[in-house]
């Protein structure tokens, strides 16, 4: 039982243009989110998080949404980088329970030239 | 300054034998965690380490897995008897307290079981 989900597993973005990464969740319980960032061969890196008592938290070139009722999420990089070129991880978590994080399959970000 | 590390980065096996995996978290990080990811998965959350506590253990698939942290920092996970279902990506995180969410994570040692 997949409780979050990214249902596309690659993306490809030209350079300067929006990268949107989505993520579904079904636990109804989930109340803290997190996007990480994982290049090859090295562990996931924290990248942005939200609270479910918010609906949007921005970060420079990164903003998170948050929509509890469809219990969905995004990612929007803007513009994105080739750097930014990995794979991006939702995860999910119950606040209270140690953190212990539910995470999706990750979506493999390709920013092109 | 030092990440979290874990040893070995890679790690081939022969089914039925017993490996040892080895984190050391960042140093003053009280809570530890142990993830896999198998091909074409999600991470798998196996098991949490808080202080003295008793760890939450909730994740591991089989007895066949097992893990300790010793003094609070450095933790070793436990494969018995290796199956083929447990190829995958074994990687640690830690965290400076409970309830604090972002966790740090290693690069992961990749464990094939032949």
């Known amino acids: 039982d997949q409780q979050v989900k990214q249902n596309s597993p690659s993306l490809s973005v030209q350079e300067g243009r929006i990268s949107i990464l989505n993520c579904d969740y079904t636990?109804?319980?989930?109340?803290?989110f997190l996007w990480y960032k994982k290049y090859p061969a090295e562990g996931p890196t924290f990248l942005i998080s939200?609270?479910?008592?918010?609906d949007k938290n921005e970060d420079g070139r990164f903003t998170v949404f948050l929509n509890k009722s469809a219990k969905h999420l995004s990612l929007h990089i803007v513009p994105s980088q080739p750097g930014d070129s990995a794979v991006y991880f939702c995860a999910a978590t119950v606040t209270g329970t140690a953190s212990k994080l539910t995470f999706g399959t990750g979506t493999r970000l390709q920013v092109t030239l | 300054g030092a990440g979290v590390s874990q040893s070995p980065s890679n790690k081939v096996t022969e089914k039925g034998k017993d490996v040892e995996l080895r984190c050391d978290p960042i140093?003053?990080?009280?809570?530890l965690y142990w993830y896999r990811q198998s091909l074409g998965q999600g991470l798998e959350f196996l098991i949490y380490f808080q202080g003295n506590s008793a760890p939450d253990k909730s994740g591991l698939p089989s007895d066949r897995f097992s893990a300790e942290r010793t003094g609070g920092s450095v933790s070793t996970l436990t494969i018995q008897r290796t199956q083929q279902e447990d190829s995958a990506v074994y990687l640690c995180a830690s965290s400076p307290r409970q309830g604090f969410d972002e966790q740090y994570f290693g690069p992961g040692t990749r464990l094939t079981v032949t």
């Open positions: 636990n109804s319980m989930f109340d803290y």
């Open positions: 140093s003053g990080h009280t809570a």
């Open positions: 939200i609270s479910s008592i918010k």
